[in-house]
């Protein structure tokens, strides 16, 4: 099977940990940044994560180089668009890119700043290929929360203009919905749709609660509902869709091995799951390879893909317009 031609569709993609190498370098160069090396190999290096690392937050440190030259209108929108030509030219049909407008203030761009640059390369990228996409917004779970509410503000303005939904990401603690509750809540109120970081490092609980507490629509990985009865059964009960990213969820030992992940066994009990990259770059993978992955692991047919393809559909932040244009890609 060509796992390359097959459309293909990704909710979990993080911005900053999809950033080409070589356009660090340059970026860096333009921005009189130092780098480490200008050796796009060592730079490469820098970027990915082991095959496995001993938790997510070493995972979590391939960000800071990337992060470091993207603190520029330009830079930002170059490497949203870049993002998205990269999926379009392997057959990506729909993409929701998430990042933090917040690690992006160092050089003092306004939120606004921020979020329009994304938006705007994502734009000029759609114009070019043929890829729709949205943006999420993420909330560091350990930074300060006193900006939260501004950055959802700022937000709103290009609320389903390219961006859709607020997300909570980074280290996840036991218990982290309790302290997010009013931000989720008035996220909704706005307009935004929910997906939250959960279930990847810590218990089945913590995906309970997303749902329960911030009113999740979707939840970023939640593998860790094997083994929580009671988050489990409210997934399913509700159709909460599952954001697996498999290559990433063996690097940060949520998983110990692709054949110990849970997909095809959510997917035949009804789970509602998708099929992600998370970090194109940190992990060193692409939607073809996620998809061969599973597919080749788990023996799915083609016709099992398309199942997933139609939930990833069901279950996008996207306008029915666009849901209509993605449904016209199944067989």
């Known amino acids: 099977m060509n796992h390359f031609n097959l459309p293909k569709i990704d909710l979990h993609c993080h911005l900053d940990g999809s950033v080409r190498p070589r356009t660090i370098i340059e970026l860096a160069h333009q921005q ?24 997510l937050d070493e995972y979590l440190k391939r960000f800071e180089l990337p992060l470091s030259v993207m603190q520029t209108e330009a830079a930002i929108k170059r490497i949203s668009f870049e993002l998205f030509e990269d999926a379009a030219l392997e057959n990506v049909k729909y993409l929701e890119v998430r990042f933090g407008p917040l690690l992006h203030l160092q050089q003092g761009l306004t939120l606004d700043q921020v979020i329009g640059s994304a938006v705007a390369g994502m734009k000029e990228a759609e114009q070019q290929y043929d890829i729709r996409g949205n943006y999420i917004l993420s909330i560091l779970r350990t930074m300060p929360k006193d900006r939260i509410d501004e950055v959802i503000d700022a937000g709103a303005r290009y609320l389903n203009q390219g961006v859709v939904a607020f997300d909570l990401a980074g280290s996840e603690l036991p218990g982290f919905s309790q302290e997010f509750i009013a931000y989720a809540d008035y996220a909704r109120q706005l307009g935004y749709r ?12 913590n995906v309970f609660d997303a749902v329960s507490l911030l009113g999740a629509e979707r939840i970023g990985h939640g593998i860790h509902i094997k083994g929580h009865p009671q988050a489990y059964q409210l997934v399913k009960a509700q159709s909460v869709a599952l954001e697996t990213c498999p290559s990433s ?10 054949a110990s992940h849970p997909v095809k066994a959510f997917h035949k009990d009804g789970v509602l799951i998708t099929i992600n990259t998370d970090n194109r770059t940190v992990s060193d993978t692409t939607m073809t390879d996620e998809v061969r992955k599973v597919m080749e692991e788990f023996n799915l047919s083609e016709d099992e893909y398309f199942e997933i393809y139609r939930v990833s559909v069901d279950n996008a932040f996207a306008s029915d317009e666009v849901k209509a244009h993605l449904l016209k890609y199944l067989p």
């Open 32 to 55: 009189e940044v130092s780098l480490p090396s200008d050796n796009v190999d060592d730079i490469r290096a820098l970027m990915v994560a082991p095959p496995t690392c001993p938790n």
């Open 194 to 205: 929910v997906t939250i970081h959960a279930g990847e490092q810590g218990s089945g609980q």
């Open 249 to 258: 969820n063996i690097q940060t030992k949520a998983v110990d091995d692709l």
